[in-house]
């Protein structure tokens, strides 16, 4: 049987994943040519979602952006995900012992999510703030979760999100990443070393539920001679070890 959906509600939709995809605000004839609507249908549509609380016009000039509303329901549905809860205090730990930025993050349609993420009191010139998305060829969260895949999987991911660089150390062969995966997979412990930033090392580790499924990741992120003075493999071991103790409270038993 063919789903049938409501087309308005398909459309307010469209309009905010494109408000959704940059920092930068839009204008309603910007929106419309993105996503093949009238001007005069995209305004109609604003203005409900204006008056809604989930889209914002700015005061000077006739553009918008998110409003305050969505992260109001963004933050109840991470609050109502059973692995942040869990892990939240392990997270914390995390950061208080290395004094270094933790992340936890699920995979989604080939990329990382980050739902949860914990401060540094140092200075570290990062960015990455709850529901943000990342490539999973450059990063240790995203390593990990790869290394745990079949590698027609992988591959499959790959050829699809593509491998861009962002820095010279950032992996674009997919067969040099298929081999560093393998290593991967052997130690439990994912490392991207200036793969997305310049001076920017992270650290990694998959999360596994009950049935031994891979649904997240967790690493922590600093400058990479910071990390390096508090020792990477030592590190890399507590990180495994947190990750293995948040995969057990999941109900996973290991392999």
Known sequence: MTERYVQTVERALDILEVLASSRESFGVTEIGSRIGLHKSTVHRIIQTLCYRGYVEKEKDRERYR???KI???????????EVRKIAERYLESLAKTFDEVVHLVLPDNGEVVFIDH???????GMYSKVGSRGYMHC???GKAILSTLPEEEVRLILQKKGMPRFTQQTITD?????????EIRKTGIAVAAEETEVGVINIGTPIYD???RTIGAISISG????????GIEKVGQE???????ISSRLGYSGR
């Open 118 to 124: 914990k401060e540094s009191s140092q200075l570290i």
């Open 71 to 81: 992260i109001e329901v963004g933050n109840a549905f991470f609050n109502q995900l």
């Open 239 to 245: 990180i495994k070890r947190v990750g293995q103790d």
């Open 223 to 230: 400058p990479i001679n910071r990390l390096m003075e508090k």
């Open 139 to 141: 990063t240790a969260v």
């Open 210 to 212: 009950y049935s031994g």
């Open 66 to 68: 998110l409003g305050i």
């Open 174 to 182: 997919p067969e040099k990443l298929i081999e560093q995966l393998k």
